[in-house]
């Protein structure tokens, strides 16, 4: 999820804290559980800071170790640690269970994104990610902010949580249904389909489309059970070339191929350089595809400059690139 609705979920499960007799009993242990509870829901998104470093450590890593399970361990007892330090009134056990439950949840939700986690990590590598719900949800969003104003306004917090999670349980269990409906319509529009991959956008009913046939890349959106297919791409193999086997140790590229299940690829030559780009084909807008890895390399096949990230225009690309053609 975004920052914004881990921050107001952090709050939110402050609030319902109060439940717990031992947190409700002690002002002092209320103040600290919430600052654990809005702490930890951030904590997990710490690794936010590698996009400083470059877009490749960030795609490679983000959401990786930091949402892994000996980092849902680690977190709360680093956590709750520190602010003990500063309330050491505090009831450090519940402290502790309370931000517990803040990082788990915010790894469990990041599950149902199309971006996921590595949540099963260090069992598994494999990106754990259900796409059911988008990045930014509105309505989990604004459920939240809803709840926060009922207590604002003087309204019993633990009741107040507890009927607007109730609620959100509800909404999981339909964007679910909704997701298989959109899956069962793309089958049918798409009946050699070998793999289908349905992400979830702000919009309720409307959700991106790609698919692989044994011969076929497809594009498209759903709106409902509606599937609109906007591109088709014969779907060609990367060449087993040197100049290819050379891109692909590109930083960049690798990161790119390590994240991205569905992508197609071009080759072209600039003035002596060789461009070799990989184009992601999850994220259509308004014909566009904006994520994209693109190396350069000379006829030594040497690699001159790479990019991988969001771009909008050929124009910001090159920029990105710090290479202009003759």
Same mark, same amino acid.
């Given at each position: ?32 559980? !919430?600052?654990?509870? *809005? %702490? ?8 936010? @800071?590698?996009?400083?470093?470059? /877009? +490749? $450590? ?104 507890? !009927?607007?999670?109730? *609620? %959100? ?8 249904? @909704?997701?298989?409906?959109?899956? /069962? +319509? $793309? ?140």
């Amino acid at each position: 999820m975004d920052t914004g609705t881990h921050i107001v979920m952090g709050i939110a499960l402050g609030g319902l804290a109060l439940a717990d007799p031992v947190v409700a009993s002690s002002s002092i242990t209320t103040a600290a559980v !919430i600052a654990g509870t *809005i %702490i930890g829901s951030q904590a997990p998104d710490l690794d936010t @800071v590698l996009k400083l470093r470059n /877009n +490749a $450590v960030y795609i490679r890593h983000h959401r990786g170790i930091t949402h892994s399970i000996p980092a849902v361990i680690l977190w709360p007892l680093l956590i709750s640690s520190v602010i003990w330090l500063f309330v050491q009134d505090a009831n450090f056990l519940h402290l502790w269970l309370w931000t517990f439950l803040a990082v788990f949840l915010h790894v469990f939700v990041d599950i149902f994104n199309s971006y996921g986690t590595q949540a099963i990590r260090p069992f598994s590598r494999k990106w754990v990610a259900l796409g059911v719900i988008n990045t930014f949800d509105p309505i989990i969003f604004g459920l939240h902010v809803v709840g926060l104003l009922f207590w604002m306004f003087g309204a019993n917090p633990v009741p107040t949580f507890l !009927i607007m999670y109730a *609620i %959100i349980f509800c909404y999981y269990i339909l964007r679910f249904a @909704v997701q298989s409906a959109v899956k /069962n +319509a $793309v089958k049918r529009t798409i009946p050699n389909a070998k793999q289908i991959i349905i992400a979830p956008t702000m919009k309720f009913f409307q959700w991106r489309v790609a698919a692989n046939s044994e011969t076929y890349h497809y594009v498209g959106r759903a709106y409902g059970r509606s599937i609109t297919i906007y591109d088709k791409f014969e779907r060609v193999p990367l060449p087993d070339s040197e100049l290819v086997k050379a891109a692909l140790k590109d930083k960049n590229l690798s990161a790119f191929v390590s994240f991205s299940p569905i992508y197609r690829w071009e080759i072209t030559e600039l003035d002596h350089i060789y461009e070799v780009r990989l184009i992601d084909l999850r994220y259509r807008s308004n014909d566009y595809y904006p994520f994209v890895a693109v190396a350069h390399l000379n006829e030594k096949l040497e690699i001159v400059n790479s990019y991988t990230g969001w771009i909008f225009s050929e124009d910001k690309l090159r920029k990105k690139l710090d290479f202009m053609p003759n």
